[in-house]
């Protein structure tokens, strides 16, 4: 399985790197793109849709992945997720793979629309509400939460699972929507995130004794490299001075895989430290994204009106440069990456 992780990784890696320049001249050709204005810290016209070459990176390395079969990834797409029940269909670890991949996908022409011409805020939001149901309705769902004071698993109502599962899922969309403000800064988060996460899967995988929650690690764990070899193969052009935005196509389409890969990866277990890990290592932009809404709420403005209080803006205000303030952000998501890497060390 070692080797699929790997593989994965530099598959992800090579085709990012080979198909954003043709993303680029795409979005150019069609006019796609980023338009300079008070609130924004660049000064030229940029390309967007750099999320399309994040996206088929993660799909296409997927793919490379499946056809030469590497390491048995067929088998582990194949393993039922469930007890057999007689006359009903048993999920497998694929169906939740399908899921992931419709729902991504739903969020890729959402936010295709919304940088070539604008998304109302509603219609957005409703978007990404089917793309969080289409996830439900493939398995993957927060079914229970472990009660930190008492470690007590806690089994959630169908309803109460469901409104859940979906505002996490649209929680983490927003919150690397808000953060993505300057020349790689949500993808470095983000990638600084998916390589915790694996690391934390990776842990997990060895401390679990039920084969069904380790089977899905296993494929967190594929997934997360994936995700964080195309993230890479994009900082190429987008670290300062970026040649491409990843525009909303990208933020919204990481947000979604970190939201659906925190429920399998962590949710579905039982440590009473689980729902903590993913907020610790994501907490830049999660906590970004609440001084936002309580900021707007306070100043009586809608809370998806874009403003320029986010924590990049201010340190740009001091005069911090772009490429000091991103790598102080990389530095700070390292550390509490760190500090999640250790508390699942010691809960374990």
Same mark, same amino acid.
């Given at each position: 399985?070692?080797?699929?992780?790997?593989?994965?990784?530099?598959?992800?890696?090579?085709?990012?790197? +080979?198909?954003? %320049? +043709?993303?680029?001249?795409?979005?150019?050709?069609?006019?796609?793109?980023?338009? %300079?204005?008070?609130?924004?810290?660049?000064?030229?016209?940029?390309?967007?849709?750099?999320?399309?070459?994040?996206? #088929?990176?993660?799909?296409?390395?997927?793919?490379?992945?499946?056809?030469?079969?590497?390491?048995? #990834?067929?088998?582990? $797409?194949?393993?039922?997720?469930?007890?057999?029940?007689?006359?009903?269909?048993?999920?497998?670890?694929?169906?939740?793979?399908?899921?992931?991949?419709?729902?991504?996908?739903?969020?890729?022409?959402?936010?295709?629309?919304?940088?070539?011409?604008?998304?109302?805020?509603?219609?957005?939001?409703?978007?990404?509400?089917?793309?969080?149901?289409?996830?439900?309705?493939?398995?993957?769902? !927060?079914?229970?939460?472990?009660?930190?004071?008492?470690?007590?698993?806690?089994?959630? %109502?169908?309803?109460?699972?469901?409104?859940?599962?979906? !505002?996490?899922?649209?929680?983490?969309?927003?919150?690397?929507?808000?953060?993505?403000?300057?020349?790689?800064?949500?993808?470095?988060?983000?990638? /600084?995130?998916?390589?915790?996460?694996?690391?934390?899967?990776?842990?997990?995988?060895?401390?679990?004794?039920? !084969?069904?929650?380790?089977?899905? $690690?296993?494929?967190?764990?594929?997934?997360?490299?994936?995700?964080?070899?195309?993230?890479?193969?994009?900082?190429?052009?987008?670290?300062?001075?970026?040649?491409?935005?990843?525009?909303?196509?990208?933020?919204?389409?990481?947000?979604?895989?970190?939201?659906?890969?925190?429920?399998?990866?962590?949710?579905?277990?039982?440590?009473?430290?689980?729902?903590?890990? %993913?907020?610790?290592?994501?907490?830049?932009?999660?906590?970004?994204?609440?001084?936002?809404?309580?900021?707007?709420?306070?100043?009586?403005?809608?809370?998806?009106?874009?403003?320029?209080?986010?924590?990049?803006?201010? $340190? +740009?205000?001091?005069?911090?440069?772009?490429?000091?303030?991103?790598?102080?952000?990389?530095? /700070?998501?390292?550390?509490?990456?760190? /500090?999640?890497?250790?508390?699942?060390?010691?809960?374990?």
């Amino acid at each position: 399985m070692e080797l699929s992780y790997i593989f994965g990784f530099f598959f992800s890696l090579t085709i990012t790197l +080979l198909v954003t %320049p +043709l993303v680029i001249n795409i979005a150019e050709r069609f006019g796609v793109m980023d338009r %300079p204005d008070p609130r924004k810290v660049h000064s030229r016209y940029k390309p967007r849709w750099g999320g399309l070459g994040i996206y #088929f990176g993660f799909v296409g390395s997927l793919g490379l992945l499946y056809l030469l079969n590497v390491k048995y #990834f067929r088998v582990l $797409l194949s393993f039922p997720m469930e007890k057999f029940v007689k006359n009903i269909p048993t999920p497998t670890i694929q169906t939740y793979l399908g899921g992931i991949i419709i729902g991504a996908t739903i969020i890729i022409f959402l936010g295709m629309i919304d940088d070539k011409k604008g998304v109302e805020p509603l219609t957005k939001l409703l978007t990404q509400i089917i793309a969080a149901m289409v996830v439900l309705q493939y398995g993957i769902k !927060i079914v229970g939460i472990t009660n930190p004071f008492t470690a007590n698993y806690m089994r959630l %109502p169908i309803i109460f699972s469901t409104v859940i599962t979906a !505002i996490w899922i649209i929680g983490f969309i927003n919150s690397v929507n808000l953060v993505d403000g300057m020349d790689g800064l949500a993808a470095g988060i983000v990638g /600084i995130t998916g390589i915790t996460f694996f690391i934390v899967t990776i842990l997990q995988i060895n401390m679990q004794t039920s !084969i069904e929650i380790i089977k899905g $690690l296993k494929l967190v764990a594929l997934l997360s490299a994936c995700l964080v070899g195309s993230i890479l193969g994009f900082l190429r052009y987008n670290f300062n001075p970026a040649k491409i935005f990843m525009g909303d196509t990208g933020s919204m389409f990481l947000g979604f895989m970190l939201g659906t890969l925190t429920i399998i990866g962590t949710l579905k277990t039982t440590a009473a430290i689980a729902l903590w890990i %993913p907020v610790i290592m994501f907490g830049i932009p999660i906590m970004d994204a609440g001084f936002a809404i309580v900021r707007r709420l306070f100043r009586k403005q809608p809370i998806m009106k874009a403003d320029k209080g986010h924590f990049h803006h201010i $340190l +740009l205000e001091r005069g911090w440069s772009q490429k000091r303030i991103v790598i102080t952000m990389y530095c /700070i998501s390292a550390l509490l990456g760190f /500090i999640a890497i250790i508390l699942t060390i010691l809960k374990g």
